[in-house]
């Protein structure tokens, strides 16, 4: 069964830096692929970045040069990582981590995090 569970969420000030966590279980790691997602009041769910095992990451535009997606493996899970620096109150949503497999294209959802940014 696989499970994603996001921690790292909070409240900080424009300027400063979050690193949101994804711990995951029950995936290929080889053909996953880890992605995050946001969701701003009012709004639909958007594409944050996302990156393959051995891919390049990829970024929505306007996080760019603020945000990295990484991966570690720490025992036997894949943990994914979003630091995000230089956070501007537009940056305010629920974050939600996402895996993909890459074979059968089946898609799972962590819970999301809520990350506040006050300006």
């Known amino acids: 069964q696989v499970q994603l569970v996001e921690s790292g969420g909070g409240l900080v000030q424009a300027g400063g830096s979050l690193r949101l966590s994804c711990a995951t279980s029950?995936?290929?790691?080889?053909?996953?692929?880890m992605g995050w997602y946001r969701q701003a009041p009012g709004k639909q769910r958007e594409f944050v970045a996302s990156k393959a095992l051995l891919g390049v990451a990829k970024y929505e535009d306007s996080v760019k040069g603020r945000f990295t997606i990484f991966s570690r493996f720490e025992g036997n899970a894949q943990n994914t990582y979003l630091q995000m620096n230089i956070l501007k109150p537009e940056d305010t949503a629920v974050y939600y981590c996402?895996?993909?497999?890459?074979?059968?294209?089946?898609?799972?959802w962590g819970q999301g995090t809520q990350v506040t940014v006050s300006s």
């Open positions: 029950g995936l290929v790691f080889g053909r996953t692929v």
């Open positions: 996402n895996a993909r497999d890459s074979l059968s294209n089946m898609e799972y």
